[in-house]
């Protein structure tokens, strides 16, 4: 773990939560958006409690712009009103006896502001979220998005110097979604705060990460630039969000062309200068499907029974049994063309030159 600046997050914690067992370090820069990623049950919102002080860690030390809110070395623990966090879920956790305007205005009179600066930094707020028209509001007479909206507010005026999205997005639907996704990045852009994004979506963790913390079974396994994670994830949800098939093989000593066994399956891979436990990964775009054996001399080719359809769009994600799980990807002229359906038998082909190895 590095620190990225005296005004960041520096992060790190262990916590034992019934059987579950977090152990995590990372750091979020000055002005950087990191997207927290993983599977359900990874950790992701334990991290987001433990940053907002509403869990206690068995070992911890936390940091916000150069500030210690927890060590529990020097039995240091702020408590969370003591932080200024701003922790924003998917409904904002709104007061729902309070209107829109007094909702946004709590955080900062609870820390005892001047009255007549709460009002001007509220109404401020209210205008840069165009939350005006609906100041008078209760959260039950809102949208999604504008409960979202009036949550950020209230953790910007609140004073908060890191904000933290929990699924910003998982209770909107896809149209509303891409709406608010683009406002409330240019939001970000606009404010400049340390943000950290729990998602497990692949386009929310782009729009809002900077960098990506890949989170599995309580531990960082990954992290990095968007486009170096889907170059070469480490991990299957890694591999999940950046579309690709991804196996931890066996690769024979030698040169060139080269055996990779993953369980009982033999794949053929070309590769220079490693040998032993590897990656190996590949798109669903590389595999080929065919009702009889394919004629040349494709280096991997594999017996496989269609398990799941996955319509996107144009196309269609088929998910195969070849001794171990492939997703192939084929237009819907394919599909109808091949009888492609749960059950059916088929070839599926990988050119050895489209498999990319790595340590």
Known sequence: MTARGPDGLVFEARIELGGFL???????????????????????????????????????????????LCDTARAVDLPPHARRVGLVFQDGALFPHLSVRDNVAYGARARGG??????????RWLERLHLVELAARRPAQLSGGQRQRVGLARAIVSGARVLLLDEPFGSLDVLTRDA??????????EVGLPTLTVTHDAVDARVFG??????????????GRWEDLAAEPRGAFAAELAGLNLYRVALARGSGLREARVGG???????????????????????????????????????????????????????????????????????????????????????????????
Do not use: C
């Open 180 to 189: 608010v996704r683009a406002e409330l990045r240019a939001f970000l852009d």
């Open 265 to 359: 399956v033999a794949l053929h891979v070309l590769a220079e200068g490693l040998a032993g436990e590897v990656y190996a990964a590949f798109a669903p775009g590389e595999v080929a499907l065919s009702r009889e054996r394919p004629a040349g001399s494709p280096q991997n080719v594999l017996r496989a029974r269609v398990t799941t359809l996955l319509p996107m769009s144009d196309r269609v994600r088929i998910r195969l049994d070849a001794g171990i799980p492939i997703t192939a990807e084929v237009t819907r002229e394919a599909l109808a063309r091949l009888g492609l359906e749960p059950g059916v038998e088929v070839w599926a082909s990988v050119k050895a030159t489209a498999i990319r190895v790595y340590p």
């Open 114 to 123: 001047r009255a007549a600066e709460v009002r001007a930094t509220v109404e």
């Open 210 to 223: 900077d960098r990506l913390v890949v989170l599995d079974h309580g531990r960082v396994v990954q992290e």
């Open 22 to 68: 977090l152990d995590a370090g990372f750091s979020v820069g000055p002005k950087e958006r990191v997207a927290l990623v993983g599977p359900s049950g990874a950790g992701k919102s334990t991290v987001l409690h433990l940053v907002a002080g509403l869990l206690r860690a068995d070992r911890a030390r936390i940091t916000l712009a150069g500030q210690i």
